[in-house]
């Protein structure tokens, strides 16, 4: 499996060979440098920790940095692991990955932070259609309702999982299969059809697809 970490620039569109428009999500892919590599002997078990966007030292900790130090890199602002099968020999302390990885594949996986909404009620955080807007409703037209059951039933408290209001958005979403539209190896961009999770420079893990190639 190929990956990268990146950060999305935005949106834009490009055209197909028969002139149709496809919207794609600008990603700034790499480079990324390998911090280290673990193995099943050391570790237990096998990976790849990579790191993307150097960040000063005096916004870094010193365990950081000199964890970036011992693979000859400078301090990195977004670090990931990608688990291998097995160990691997691919990969190398310092060695340096880009968009060319990317060069045989067709689809991808995108792992990235969705917007943070903050507080929502029901109306935005789950699609309620609230209540009517006739006569006798007042100011009670994005109420959920009633939460409960009703007494004498299968209890009175109010069910796990019932939907209500609450933390909407900042959490982690997968975009998965998504076409690969163009590797510009150039200027480090991956151009995906479709949204991305995220705002933009929200950072992002870019890899092969799982369940399509």
């Given at each position: ?95 340096k ?11 991808v ?42 007494p ?26 998504l ?32 369940t399509?190639?």
């Amino acid at each position: 499996m190929t990956m990268l970490l990146g950060k999305k620039v935005g949106m834009t569109r490009v055209y197909d060979d028969n002139g149709t428009i496809v919207p794609v999500t600008v990603i700034q892919a790499g480079p990324c440098a390998v911090l280290q590599v673990k193995t099943v002997e050391t570790d237990g078990y096998a990976a790849v920790q990579m790191g993307y966007d150097d960040v000063k030292k005096s916004r870094q900790q010193k365990p950081a940095i000199g964890h970036c130090k011992a693979a000859e890199a400078k301090p990195k602002r977004f670090v990931r692991e990608m688990r291998l099968s097995e160990d691997s020999d691919q990969y190398a302390p310092g060695q340096k990955l880009t968009v060319e990885s990317f060069a045989d594949v067709k689809y991808v996986d995108v792992v990235g932070t969705s917007k943070g909404k903050g507080y929502a009620g029901v109306v935005k955080r789950h699609g309620f259609k609230g209540q009517l807007a006739s006569h006798g409703v007042e100011r009670k037209h994005r109420s959920p309702g009633s939460i409960s059951v009703a007494p004498g039933a299968d209890g009175r408290s109010i069910k796990k999982g019932k939907k209500m209001a609450g933390h909407l958005g900042c959490v982690r979403c997968t975009s998965r299969n998504l076409d690969l539209v163009e590797v510009d190896t150039e200027n480090n961009l991956l151009l995906v059809a479709g949204a991305v999770p995220g705002p933009r420079n929200g950072y992002v893990v870019i890899s092969s697809a799982r369940t399509k190639s």
